[in-house]
């Protein structure tokens, strides 16, 4: 479990932030109106840039080739 973990830290964090990034996008700015699909809900905001920041900060991993 911790190799898996260590392995996958970047996509962890990147997730984490992504995830504080969206709910603080969804409480400051949001959708007002109610019709927005991402920014409408709490839990679509978060989980959208949740997964947003996780496959950003997965850009930066670096592979291992054998």
């Given at each position: 479990?911790k ?6 830290l ?57």
């Amino acid at each position: 479990m911790k190799k898996w973990f260590n392995n996958h830290l970047l996509y962890i964090i990147g997730a984490c932030i992504g995830a504080i990034a969206g709910y603080t996008y969804y409480n400051k700015i949001g959708c007002s109106s109610g019709t927005c699909i991402i920014t409408s809900k709490p839990i679509n905001s978060t989980l959208y840039f949740a997964l947003m920041g996780a496959l950003l900060f997965g850009i930066f991993k670096k592979e291992k080739h054998a």
